[in-house]
């Protein structure tokens, strides 16, 4: 019997706020649907005293060109206004504070990946690793935090702060691994959303240090028997949970995707429908098209449900285009 799983999401841009300040979240499953994932940019070592200006001079002018490619009005020195002062009052810590030690090419880093966001304006994917890892944590695992940076991350693994305590959590790789490597949580990207779940071993043993996360994107999951990233099964082969592209798994191999019929563990669906959950009994239908009224952005064949209608997948709105990148908005945050 294999382990239980605990799943986990981040929202596929890397909102900013969560890597550079929030707590961690759950989540559930999803699909594997979407557009590619782009390798995060690089960028030149920026000073403490600069990262805040930084952020919004050069997210802004991305920012203001993809909003202008979606038809939103966007006004760039209102754009960095706002944006540097959020930087400010809720990224940044006071100037040599003892739980917290500032990195300077993590943050250049960071600020590429932020314009790369808005570079690609919706077109692919980008994770923004860097912007976690802004600062260097100092406080140890049990002990109490304010935000996830200040959390010393332990060797291979990432700590965050979780109600209050830092934590450093079992599953919760987001460093994606390759054939063979070691993993502990199996990762599926819809367009605006990637959605983790983690590997447990019904044996109780505990996931190898360094361990990664494997995406079927690329055509992985993680091996619970084995703790590593093996390859998906392909249609008409055994399988446990995980298939290859266009079929799920039953209970013991993998069959074809269908575009209709009940979808009791939400996997059985096509890439042209969705599961609906809010059927008496859950059910495979047509994704809906821009302009239809939707609850979540799994049923739009955009992948994105804006204020409860589908909408395009370009990570702005107007709040976005004015720089007010807050938990309110609907669009992904820097």
Not at 41 to 56: C, K, L, N, Q
Not at 93 to 102: G, K, L
Not at 290 to 306: D, F, K, L, N
């Amino acid at each position: 019997m294999k382990g239980p799983r605990r799943a986990f999401r981040t929202v596929a841009t890397a909102a900013f706020l969560v890597a550079c300040g929030g707590t961690t979240s759950g989540g559930s499953g999803g699909t594997s649907t979407g557009p590619r994932t782009v390798p995060p940019a690089s960028g030149t070592p920026v000073a403490e005293a600069d990262f805040a200006r930084e952020v919004a001079r050069q997210g802004c002018a991305a920012i203001a060109a993809c909003c202008q490619q979606n038809r939103l009005s966007a006004d760039q020195a209102t754009c960095e206004t706002n944006l540097e002062r959020l930087v400010q009052t809720q990224v940044l810590y006071p100037a040599n504070s003892p739980i917290v030690t500032y990195d300077a090419n993590n943050a250049g880093d960071c600020v590429a990946q932020f314009v790369q966001t808005y570079q690609t304006c919706g077109a692919a994917i980008v994770k923004q690793p860097a912007c976690g890892h802004v600062y260097v944590g100092h406080v140890p695992e049990g002990a109490s935090c304010t935000k996830s940076p200040e959390c010393a991350d332990p060797s291979g693994g990432n700590a965050s702060c979780v109600d209050g305590i830092c934590t450093v959590p079992g599953a919760t790789s987001s460093t994606p691994g390759a054939l063979g490597d070691p993993c502990n949580a199996t990762c599926r990207t819809e367009p605006a959303v990637t959605f983790c779940s983690s590997t447990l071993s019904s044996s109780g043993a505990e996931p190898p240090p360094g361990a990664k996360s494997c995406e079927t994107t690329s055509g992985l999951y993680c091996d619970d028997a084995t703790y590593t990233c093996a390859a998906l099964p392909a249609l008409g082969q055994p399988c446990t949970t995980y298939c290859a592209a266009g079929a799920y798994c039953d209970g013991t191999r993998c069959v074809a995707q269908k575009a209709s019929g009940p979808c009791p563990n939400y996997t059985e669906c096509n890439s042209a429908t969705y599961c609906d959950v809010t059927s008496a009994e859950p059910t495979c239908k047509p994704r809906l098209p821009m302009g239809t009224s939707c609850q979540s952005s799994t049923e739009c064949q955009s992948g994105a449900c804006r204020n409860s209608v589908c909408g395009t997948l370009a990570p702005v709105d107007a709040n976005v285009c004015a720089g007010i990148l807050d938990d309110s908005s609907s669009s992904s945050q820097p």
